[in-house]
């Protein structure tokens, strides 16, 4: 696995091996010895904060690799470290604060119908988790990344599946997690990567891994996704595969600030190079004076934003490839031709369309996400025109709009109407903002209706936890044989619903 600059193509050394099957069984059942290690929380507690300071102590480093193999730049990268290292301590506070265990106890009671005996429930971690990096956030949804922060604070050992985009980025920082965990008395195996194609697929058929993490494409995560599930056992399959984030600007949002929109526009579809999984793909603009504005704004933004590198060859062709496609279709006019640009960069824009040809089969490729800084301008006349557009669109991580300042105050009105349309197809709603950023945060939900997700979990936030979990319930157990955390004079403080009612 080569080490390779985005902005000149110039191979800066062998990163990694790619890992045959056997190197992958070694990884797996490396860290499957692991779990016993891992089971103790304050231990996890003192993992996840170790790898806090390492990754900050080897902040330098890790930035200057990732710069070289993403061409990110240096600033966006160091506000991804801080997010990356963030979660971990986030989730530091998760696991010392319980809740995340869903510990309930209801007492045996004989004088219900049925009786109801001794029931005690808490939940336990899977096992092995595969963890597919992503290739456009290099810290954040990669090696340190939520998928392996939340894994591990469930006390799952972690396998990743490294991007081959940043292969030496991905070592250094599993360096310092390793780091960690043999700082805190723990195996350094708790965490382990493998490169390469075929060790992605020999990882997810392993009949040690529990469950999967994946970040990436429809194509690529259906494929795992499938196997995940053909398994003789199958297991857990929890993957961000696309998503289009459809915008709704009502037409009283045009009139008032049309040059704000637009401005707000460009920069979320240009935002990393237009390589955000939330980046607005499908803008619907009313059809008039207003939405005119609004276009005539959004073509001088776009037609002045800056072009950029993309993170690797084979995304700048996909790129380049999806905007001709669209170009080309009928009745597709083109304000600002996104494309090529100057040596290895492109450059960003949009395509503009009447909403009504959108739920033509000829233009069903603009209802599909195009990675990289484009979008499409659904121009409409009316809510049926907006109406019959989303029926036919797929999940997405977000939905947004952007609404008068009196359609704010109408509970009933035309923006709660738009909402409600929209709630069914995005896991996170927007009003009078835009989607790119994802704030790490307890009440954060960063998933979707396939295929933006393939379950109904989150990869970013508190809750993320949940998906390396199980619940178990001990019935009629002797007080002797309960786990620490099921005990009736609840030792480590944990917090709990006892007969229903949640202990303060």
């Not at 600059?5 to 191979?11: A, L, N």
């Not at 494929?223 to 009502?250: I, K, M, Q, W, Y």
């Not at 704000?260 to 979320?268: F, K, M, T, V």
């Not at 970013?460 to 019935?475: N, T």
Request: charged fraction near 20%.
């Amino acid at each position: 696995m080569w080490s390779v600059d985005p902005r000149s193509g110039e191979r800066h050394g062998q990163a990694a091996t790619e890992a045959d099957a056997a190197a992958v069984d070694k990884a797996v059942r490396a860290a499957h010895e692991t779990r016993a290690a891992l089971a103790d929380r304050a231990t996890r507690v003192a993992l996840l904060r170790a790898v806090v300071r390492e990754l900050n102590a080897d902040s330098a480093e890790i930035i200057r690799l990732a710069d070289r193999e993403t061409a990110l730049g240096e600033p966006r990268l160091t506000g991804e470290l801080a997010r990356a290292a963030g979660q971990f301590e986030a989730f530091a506070q998760e696991v010392e604060d319980g809740g995340y265990l869903g510990v309930a106890i209801d007492h045996a009671d004989p004088s219900l119908t049925p009786p109801r005996p001794d029931l005690r429930r808490y939940r336990v971690p899977l096992g092995v988790v595969a963890v597919y990096a992503a290739s456009n956030f290099p810290l954040a949804f990669s090696v340190p990344g939520g998928d392996t922060a939340s894994a591990l604070a469930a006390g799952c050992p972690v396998v990743v599946k490294a991007h081959p985009a940043h292969p030496a980025t991905s070592e250094r920082c599993a360096a310092a997690i390793r780091r960690a965990a043999a700082s805190v008395g723990l195996p350094e195996d708790v965490l382990g990567t493998v490169h390469g194609f075929d060790a992605g697929v020999a990882l997810i058929d392993h009949p040690l891994v529990s469950a999967a993490g994946f970040t990436g494409s429809v194509r690529g995560g259906r494929a795992l996704f499938d196997r995940a599930c053909a398994r003789p056992v199958p297991v857990p399959f929890h993957g961000e595969l696309g998503s289009l984030n459809p915008v709704v600007v009502t037409e009283a949002a045009a009139g008032e600030r049309p040059e704000e929109i637009a401005a707000g526009l460009a920069g979320s579809v240009t935002l990393g190079t237009g390589q955000f999984c939330v980046k607005p793909g499908l803008v619907f603009v009313p059809e008039g004076e207003a939405g005119d504005r609004l276009v005539t704004s959004l073509t001088s933004a776009l037609g002045e934003a800056a072009g950029g590198v993309l993170l690797d060859e084979r995304i700048r062709d996909g790129f380049i490839a999806g905007v001709s496609e669209r170009a080309e279709l009928p009745d597709v006019t083109v304000p600002v031709t996104a494309g090529a640009g100057e040596g290895r960069t492109v450059v960003p824009g949009f395509v503009s369309v009447p909403a009504g040809h959108l739920v033509r089969p000829s233009h069903e490729t603009l209802l599909e996400e195009c990675f990289g800084p484009l979008t499409v301008v659904a121009r409409y006349r009316d809510t049926e025109d907006i109406a019959a557009v989303l029926a036919a669109l797929s999940g997405s991580l977000t939905a947004t709009v952007h609404i008068g300042a009196d359609e704010a105050a109408e509970e009933a009105g035309h923006a709660a109407q738009l909402l409600a349309a929209l709630t069914p197809l995005a896991g996170r709603l927007l009003v009078n903002g835009w989607p790119t950023g994802v704030a790490v945060a307890t009440a954060q939900h960063h998933g979707g209706p396939y295929p933006a997700t393939t379950t109904p979990f989150t990869s970013v936030g508190a809750s993320a936890i949940d998906r390396w979990l199980r619940p178990v319930v001990y019935q009629g157990t002797p007080a002797a044989l309960l786990p620490a955390e099921l005990r009736e004079e609840n030792p480590l403080g944990l917090p709990r619903r006892v007969d229903g009612v949640r202990e303060s």
